[in-house]
């Protein structure tokens, strides 16, 4: 095992300092009670936030193109294939059950475990090794990213953003509709209830009040960042 986790501190271009830390990063719920999952959380939290310090520095685009790609960038599907290209999963720590059904290539584990490998790294060598860390594992991901590139819809982007935190999909309400058949204006609601937010939008149709309240829900979920760390610390273990 330590043959191997040399191997991959290699991989990673970081040495721990602490090596505990590496090992537990590595280490799944199902393998004890000792386990990856706060170390999940804090990296979750470093990740997004490095990444869109990382598409911040473009300079030209606009908010929905940032909220976009960071979305894509921190999903499961990209965290889990990054997990895959270093190797992670043949040095997880797994209990029996999953050992046998195949965990180490199950995609929510490997991305779980390299949230938490970044929230070891954090500990371990501070903010700065973290950043560096995460440009070493995105590489061309981000030099080649067009941020300018069309984006997805808003209320495209507003599922991403809530899958990429493990939320439930938004709820879209019509709230009114007046003016004639052929000059109508719709008023919808978007709520995600996890968080007790919502916000309304407007137009001409109903498809165009809901991208109108996505998009101004996509604004909100920035203002409230910080309380949507907050309520996922309080959350019970998974």
Not at 9 to 37: C, I, K, M, W
Not at 103 to 121: H, K, N, P, T, W
Not at 159 to 178: F, G, N
Not at 183 to 199: I, K, N, P, T
């Amino acid at each position: 095992m330590v043959s191997s986790l040399d191997d991959l501190q290699s991989r990673l271009q970081y040495r721990f300092r602490d090596p505990a830390l590496l090992r537990l990063a590595l280490t799944h719920r199902s393998h004890g009670a000792s386990n990856n999952e706060r170390l999940e959380f804090l990296g979750d939290a470093a990740l997004n936030l490095i990444v869109a310090g990382e598409l911040y520095a473009d300079g030209q685009a606009d908010e929905g193109h940032l909220s976009y790609w960071r979305a894509a960038l921190v999903r499961e599907a990209t965290l889990a294939e990054l997990a895959h290209e270093v190797g992670l999963g043949e040095q997880l720590l797994l209990g029996e059950g999953e050992q046998r059904s195949g965990g180490s290539r199950r995609r929510s584990i490997l991305a779980d475990a390299l949230e938490a490998l970044i929230g070891a790294v954090y500990l371990d060598g501070g903010i700065e090794s973290c950043v560096e860390l995460v440009r070493r594992l995105y590489g061309a991901r981000l030099r080649e990213l067009d941020l300018h590139a069309s984006a997805k819809d808003a209320k495209t982007t507003l599922q991403e953003i809530l899958q990429s935190r493990k939320m439930h999909l938004p709820a879209y309400q019509v709230q009114s509709t007046s003016g004639p058949p052929h000059a109508q204006h719709f008023v919808v609601r978007c709520d995600v209830a996890e968080l007790g937010l919502y916000s309304c939008g407007q137009g001409s149709s109903r498809r165009a009040a809901e991208q109108d309240a996505a998009q101004s829900m996509i604004a909100l979920l920035d203002e409230q960042a910080p309380a949507v760390a907050a309520r996922r610390s309080e959350r019970p273990s998974r």
